[in-house]
C-alpha cells in the first residue's frame, strides 16, 4: 500500500513526499521506467521526474528545430547519501553539458524509494537566459539517466521526443470523416544485430487506377520493434527513382496533415507520384538478435481530388553537384546558394508554404536561409543551430513565397581532421538541401545551383530549366544575406544587462563535491533538502505520522 508521510512542524508548515496527484498532468515517457508529471501556475512550470534508476537523472529541452542533444537546455540531478542536489546546465556538442551561468531550476523534492529517484522540480517558462530554452506549448525533449550518482555518459540510455505541455493539442479534419487510408509497412523485418542500420522498405506498385491526393501522413510505430526507429524518411517516387523527401518522422513528430485545399498527388498519371519509399533508421544499441519490427506510415487519401496539388521546391544544391571539396582541417566551412529573384520571378503565383526541411550529412554543423523581397531580408526561412544527421524533422510553416523574392540556403560544415569531404550521395559524403513544401503545383520542382559540366562553371536550374536572361546563362548569385547567420546565440554568455535573480535564478555557486570524471563542479540546489537528516529534532517532536 502506498503511503504518504506528512511532517507537520508546530509553526503549521507541512512537507510531502512525492505525490503524482498534485500534478495535473502525466505522460510515460518510458514503460516501467521514465514518468513525467507537470502542471503549470502562472508564468512557473512545476515538473515531476520519476525514473527507475539509484543513479543520476536528466531532463532537457532540445534544439527546437532537430530535437537533438546538442543545443539543448537540460538540468540533471543526483540523491547522494539521502541528500538531493540538481544542476542547471546546456549542451551546445556531444560531450557533458557546461554548468549554467544561471541556475534557473528550484529543487523542492528529492527522494530513492524502491528502485525509483523521484526530483520535483519548478522554473520559469521563459527564463531570458541564454543559457536556456523557453517552455513554448510544444517543445522538443531528451531524457536520460545513469546507473550511479556520478553524472557522466548515459550510455543507451537516452531518449527524445516531444511534449505538449500547455495549450491546444493538434486538431485533424481529416479524421473521423471516413477519408480512407493504406498502411505501408516493413512487415516481419529482423533488426540487425549491429548499432545502426539503414533500411529502405519500396512500394513502386501501388495499384491506383486513378490520382488520388494524399492528405495525411502518421506513424505506425510497432509496440516492440518501434522502439528501435530512430527515425524514418518518405520519399515519392517517379519511375523507380526516388529524390524527393514527402515526410520525415522522428519520436515526438505530430502527423503531417495537409492545407485542407491541397494534397500530395499520386497515382498512374505524368504529373503524379507513382510510388513510396520509406528509409527506416534503425537504432540498436544493445545489438540485440532477433528483434521483429512491423513499423510504417498510414496515408490518408482521397479520390476527389483538392483545389491544388501540393509539392516540394528544392534549393540548395538540389542536384548535389557542387565540385568543390569540404578541405581537410580543424575548421568550419560555409556554402551559400540562392534561389534569386530572377528565377522566382517566373513562377506565376504565390506560393503557400506549410513546411520546410533541411538536410545536410555527418559533417553539417548549422544550416539556415533567409527570404528577401524588394531588397529587405524578411529574416529566416528556417533555422538549425546544431544540426545533427539523426535528427531530421519536418518543420511547420505558414508564410507565402512571393513571384521576385529571393530564399539564400547557407550550410555551414566542420572539416575533418582526417580527410576532406566531398559532395556526393553516400552519407559519408555531403549534402546542402532544402525542401519547401507548398501549393499550387509549380510546372518544375528547382529553384537550385547546379554546377554545369557542359560550360564548366555554376548556374541556376530554375524550375525544369537553366535561367537564362536574354539569352545568357546566369550564375547562381553570390549570397548577400550580412554576417551573424552562423553565430550559434543558444549557449552564449549573457549580456551585462541580464539579472540572473529577474529570471528566478541564483548565479553559479560552486560545491567542493566534485565527479570522479569531470572536472565541473555539481552545484548544490538552492532548494530546502527533505530528508530527515535536515528536519531538526525539536521540530520532529512534533510531528504527526500519517498512513
Not at 554548468?99 to 528529492?110: K, S
Not at 502518421?218 to 523507380?240: K, M, R, S, T, W
Not at 491544388?308 to 569540404?326: H, S
Amino acid at each position: 500500500m502506498n503511503r504518504v508521510i506528512w511532517f507537520v512542524a508546530f509553526f503549521g508548515v507541512a512537507v510531502a513526499v512525492f505525490d503524482p496527484n498534485s500534478y495535473t498532468n502525466n505522460q510515460t515517457l518510458l514503460p516501467n521506467k521514465y514518468n513525467l508529471y507537470w502542471r503549470i501556475q502562472g508564468d512557473t512550470i512545476f515538473l515531476a521526474l520519476q525514473v527507475q534508476t539509484l543513479g543520476w537523472v536528466g531532463f532537457g529541452l532540445a534544439e527546437q528545430t532537430s530535437g537533438s542533444m546538442p543545443g539543448a537546455d537540460i538540468v540533471t540531478g543526483q540523491v547522494i547519501n539521502g541528500v538531493a542536489q540538481i544542476q542547471d546546465r546546456h549542451a551546445v556538442v556531444k560531450d557533458t553539458p557546461i554548468l549554467d551561468d544561471c541556475q534557473n531550476w528550484v529543487l523542492i523534492n528529492g527522494e530513492e524509494n524502491s528502485g525509483w529517484t523521484v526530483f520535483e522540480l519548478s522554473r520559469k517558462l521563459v527564463t531570458g537566459d541564454l543559457q536556456d530554452r523557453p517552455f513554448t506549448g510544444k517543445n522538443r525533449i531528451v531524457f536520460a539517466f545513469g546507473t550511479t550518482d556520478v553524472f557522466g555518459y548515459h550510455g543507451n540510455n537516452r531518449y527524445f521526443t516531444a511534449i505538449t505541455f500547455f495549450g491546444p493539442a493538434a486538431t485533424s479534419i481529416v479524421l473521423g470523416t471516413g477519408i480512407p487510408y493504406r498502411e505501408f509497412l516493413n512487415v516481419n523485418y529482423t533488426i540487425p544485430n549491429v548499432v545502426t542500420t539503414y533500411q529502405e522498405v519500396p512500394f513502386y506498385n501501388l495499384g491506383l487506377a486513378q490520382d488520388v491526393h494524399i492528405v495525411r501522413l502518421e506513424a505506425i510505430i510497432d509496440p516492440i520493434g518501434g522502439q528501435y526507429v530512430h527515425h524514418f524518411l518518405l520519399y515519392g517516387c517517379h519511375n523507380y527513382s526516388c529524390n524527393e523527401v514527402m515526410w520525415a518522422w522522428a519520436p515526438g513528430v505530430d502527423p503531417m496533415e495537409l492545407p485542407p485545399v491541397a494534397g500530395f498527388r499520386v497515382g498512374p498519371s505524368m504529373n503524379a507520384w507513382d510510388g513510396l519509399l520509406i528509409q527506416i533508421h534503425y537504432n540498436n544499441p544493445g545489438t540485440l538478435s532477433g528483434i521483429i519490427d512491423n513499423s510504417g506510415i498510414r496515408v490518408y487519401y482521397t479520390t476527389t481530388l483538392r483545389q491544388f496539388d501540393a509539392d516540394i521546391l528544392e534549393l540548395g544544391d538540389a542536384g548535389v553537384t557542387q565540385p568543390a571539396v569540404i578541405p581537410q582541417g580543424t575548421g568550419d566551412v560555409l556554402f551559400e546558394y540562392s534561389c534569386p529573384s530572377e528565377c522566382s520571378s517566373t513562377f506565376g503565383q504565390t506560393l503557400n508554404v506549410f513546411g520546410d526541411l533541411l538536410h545536410m550529412h555527418q559533417v553539417g554543423d548549422m544550416m539556415w536561409s533567409t527570404i528577401w523581397r524588394n531588397g529587405v531580408n524578411l529574416g529566416y526561412f528556417n533555422r538549425i543551430e546544431f544540426w545533427d544527421f539523426n535528427f531530421q524533422q519536418t518543420t511547420p510553416l505558414s508564410l507565402t513565397i512571393q513571384p521576385g523574392d529571393r530564399i539564400n540556403t547557407h550550410c555551414k560544415y566542420t572539416q575533418s581532421p582526417n580527410a576532406p569531404v566531398h559532395f556526393a550521395l553516400a552519407s559519408s559524403d555531403e549534402m546542402c538541401l532544402e525542401y519547401v513544401y507548398y501549393y499550387p503545383k509549380l510546372r518544375g520542382p528547382y529553384c537550385t545551383f547546379v554546377y554545369s559540366k557542359d560550360v564548366g562553371r555554376n548556374a541556376t536550374l530554375c524550375l525544369n530549366d537553366f535561367l537564362q536572361v536574354n539569352g545568357t546563362l546566369q550564375y547562381n548569385p553570390s549570397v548577400t544575406d550580412p554576417t551573424g547567420g552562423e553565430i550559434k546565440v543558444f549557449g552564449s554568455i549573457n549580456p551585462s544587462t541580464f539579472v540572473c535573480a529577474a529570471s528566478g535564478g541564483t548565479p553559479l555557486v560552486t560545491n567542493p563535491l566534485v565527479s570522479s570524471s569531470s572536472s565541473r563542479p555539481i552545484v548544490q540546489a538552492s532548494a530546502v533538502q527533505l530528508t530527515l537528516s535536515s528536519i531538526p529534532l525539536f521540530i520532529l517532536a512534533f510531528c504527526a505520522v500519517l498512513y
